[in-house]
């Protein structure tokens, strides 16, 4: 066995699953579909934003397709803030209804709370080896499209949903 075949064998692989905080034109099987060949591909770990509507479909269909595919799928929902991490005070917290995935947030501190969305996206391009997207990468000031940009700038392979939607 070469080094490459025990190194993929070692690696579980990771999707990251980011995008606009708007979809136009996207169908849910288009989504469905990528993320269940991402599964057929081997994946097992997604790293999934919660912010735009592109990452709550996203979320969705990754814990239908964990309930009926793939059980041994790990889903991590990646937070921006400590503050919805946090019981308010009638005890309640944005966790509360997510215990089917795990909560991870990066080292955001010093971030300007303007920008933590971007970064997140980012940090979540560097630690998968998929991204599945959707963002419109003529746009300069989006930062999903900043993401996106940066994702392929480092070599991590990109499948973008926003190229395939139907008009």
């Known amino acids: 066995m070469d080094r490459e075949s025990i190194f993929r064998r070692c690696h579980l692989l990771v999707c990251s699953l980011f995008g606009h905080s708007y979809i136009l034109f996207l169908d849910r099987n288009l989504i469905f579909d990528t993320i269940k060949s991402a599964v057929d591909r081997g994946y097992r770990t997604f790293y999934v934003g919660r912010h735009g509507e592109f990452d709550k479909l996203a979320l969705q269909i990754c814990k239908e397709i964990k309930n009926k595919y ?90 973008n949903l926003f190229k395939k939607r139907r008009p």
């Not at 080896?129 to 300069?140: F, G, Q, R, S, T």
């Open 70 to 159: 793939c059980p041994d799928m790990k889903i991590y929902l990646v937070f921006t803030s400590m503050t919805d991490m946090v019981r308010n005070k009638s005890g309640l917290c944005n966790m509360d209804c997510l215990y089917d995935v795990e909560p991870i947030l990066f080292e955001i501190e010093n971030v300007h709370y303007k920008r933590r969305i971007t970064f997140t996206n980012q940090r979540m391009a560097e630690c998968c080896d998929l991204v599945i997207c959707y963002a419109d990468e003529e746009v300069v000031d989006s930062g999903a499209a900043r993401a996106v940009r940066y994702a392929r700038k480092i070599g991590k392979e990109v499948i």
